[in-house]
């Protein structure tokens, strides 16, 4: 893979629909999966990531942790567009369908969305059945396919390998709780400090921080 394709995959799987610029951070790769910290702006994300490579533009997979949340995880896709975008788009209450390996089909509802300039579109599965079934699934399975419904009725298909899932999964979730530790560690070690300054040393200032 040349320089400029690898540049843009990162691009892909680091994108979010956040203005900001978005920043990779303590990036790991496992199997087909890489987890890592994503900074845009002021969200943080715990993220942990796939490739489908079997079309002509790479679309990435992610299962997404949040400060607060760890223990939940949305699941979006980012992908490519033909050129930068020349309107704000949404559209909800689309259908589509999940499956790993032979097991059961699950039905899920997503929907769509991109910003006027943007290089990516995003989409985000709102419902996906049985979540714990299929996380289950995905902990044992070796590929992960799914079929989404357009309006237009066209189904666009996209398969992902699961080698290295749980791994990246699981260390997206310790990322997000040390995160958290870290954050009560530093806010306890502030609070602290302040109560141990002298009246003379606090300003009027100091009582509105």
Not at 20 to 34: E, H, L, P, Y
Not at 129 to 146: C, T
Not at 186 to 201: I, M
Request: hydrophobic share 35%; aromatic share 12%; proline share 1%.
């Amino acid at each position: 893979m040349n320089c400029i394709a690898k540049i843009a995959i990162w691009c892909l799987v680091i994108s979010t629909p956040v203005g900001a610029m978005a920043k990779s951070f303590a990036v790991k790769t496992n199997g087909q999966w890489s987890s890592r910290i994503i900074v845009s702006g002021r969200q943080v994300i715990f993220r942990a990531s796939t490739i489908d490579n079997s079309k002509t533009e790479a679309v990435a997979l992610n299962f997404n942790r949040h400060p607060k949340k760890c223990t939940t995880q949305t699941i979006t896709l980012n992908f490519a567009l033909d050129k930068r975008a020349v309107r704000t788009f949404a559209k909800s209450n689309l259908f589509g369908k999940i499956r790993i390996d032979k097991h059961k089909v699950h039905n899920i509802n997503y929907r769509m969305s991109t910003t006027k300039g943007s290089k990516f579109g995003y989409l985000y599965v709102t419902n996906f059945g049985r979540g714990q079934s299929i996380l289950r699934e995905m902990v044992r399975g070796n590929r992960m396919r799914f079929r989404l419904d357009s309006s237009k009725g066209k189904g666009y298909f996209f398969n992902f390998a699961l080698r290295g899932y749980r791994e990246a999964s699981a260390r997206a979730r310790s990322l997000c709780f040390n995160f958290l530790k870290r954050k009560r560690k530093k806010q306890n070690k502030n609070d602290e400090s302040y109560f141990n300054k002298s009246s003379s040393e606090s300003s009027n200032k100091d009582y509105f921080l």
